[in-house]
Each structure stands twice: as C-alpha cells, then as structure tokens.
C-alpha cells in the first residue's frame, strides 16, 4: 500500500478514511492504475467490513471542500447509530446509544495483515 494511507475516524461507527500518499485534488487526476488500486482498496475494505461488522449500510464517499487533498471515507452503518438514515454530517436523529461493536484498531489489524 505504498500509494495510500489508511486513517480511522474516530466516531461512534467503524469509519475508515483512505488517503493518497500524494496530494491529487480529484479523483479524476489519479492515473489510471492508481484509480485501479485506490477501486480495488475500497472493494477489499468494504467486503472485510461487511463480513466483520454485519452492518446494515456501507457508505462510501468521497468529500474535499475543506481538505482539497483526494480521500475516501468507507463507513459502516447501523439503523441504531446516531446519525442512521443521515449521513455522518447530517442531523443527529437520537442519541448515543451503545453499539457494541468490535474495536476498529482490530479490523485495520485484520485488513492490514491480508
């Protein structure tokens, strides 16, 4: 993963950021074969976390007005989270509630060992 770097969220759902080790502003600027593996790292952590966490959603989303450097926020989503239907930036819509999920450090462990 010489290309990327992975990032947790700190956040009351396992959220996983990726980031270019290079600074490319948009997605679109990536050279192919880095599309290729930046698509490839996205499926491989989405189809980890489904099989970890048994969410009920996976968000994939790509964000930048405030950090205009090219990252990938995977999220797993669950109807009881704070924020569910929303988005993680849209209106709480209950509180905090205790998920009880395994430790995210664990799942970067796992993914990272593949």
């Known amino acids: 993963m010489k290309n990327f770097k992975i990032k947790i969220e700190k956040s009351q759902i396992p959220w996983i950021k990726i ?33 970890f966490y048994n969410p009920d959603k996976i968000n994939i989303s790509s964000f930048g007005n405030y950090l205009p450097h090219l990252h990938i926020h995977i999220q797993a989503r669950f109807k009881e989270d704070e924020y569910f239907p929303e988005p993680m930036w849209g209106e709480k819509q209950r509180e905090k509630v205790c998920l009880d999920l395994p430790d995210v450090d664990d799942f970067l462990s796992i993914l990272l060992s593949k």
């Open 19 to 51: 980031f270019t080790i290079k600074p490319y502003k948009e997605l679109s600027d990536l050279p192919k074969p880095l599309r290729y593996e930046l698509y490839d790292l996205v499926h491989q952590i989405e189809t980890e976390m489904i099989k």
